[in-house]
């Protein structure tokens, strides 16, 4: 099986940039497309991006487009999301997830692991 632990979350002003790793453990970790979600306060956990195994294909939601980039190194077991150009509205925890099946859903509910989260704030 596959463990995620996220890291590199914290506070940055508006504007400014973070970049998240998630370190996997366990077997095969280069067969698994990765993704990463997010949740703020109140709101529904919802899709930033993901990447398939393999590394070729990217996808990502709108509002980040341009903005984020995910990326995965299967020699080191890491996928990390380099966020730049912060909003107030990227608040939230962010969640690395693994799905062995697909190709990086949109929708959490395919994933079968997921990590403990890392909470990213944006101040205005």
């Known amino acids: 099986q596959v463990q995620l632990v996220e890291s590199g979350g914290g506070l940055v002003q508006a504007g400014g940039s973070l970049r998240l790793s998630c370190a996997a453990s366990?077997?095969?970790?280069?067969?698994?497309?990765m993704s990463w979600f997010r949740q703020a306060p109140g709101k529904e956990r919802e899709f930033v991006a993901a990447?398939?195994?393999?590394?070729?294909?990217?996808d990502y939601v709108d509002f980040v487009k341009g903005r984020f980039t995910i990326s995965r190194d299967d020699a080191k077991n890491t996928v990390s999301l380099q966020m730049n150009s912060l909003k107030p509205e990227d608040t939230g925890v962010y969640y690395c997830?693994?799905?062995?099946?697909?190709?990086?859903?949109?929708?959490?509910?395919?994933?079968?692991?997921w990590g403990q989260g890392t909470q990213v704030t944006v101040s205005s």
């Open positions: 997830a693994a799905e062995s099946s697909g190709w990086g859903s949109r929708s959490p509910i395919p994933y079968d692991y």
């Open positions: 366990g077997r095969t970790f280069s067969s698994y497309s």
């Open positions: 990447i398939r195994r393999g590394g070729g294909n990217t």
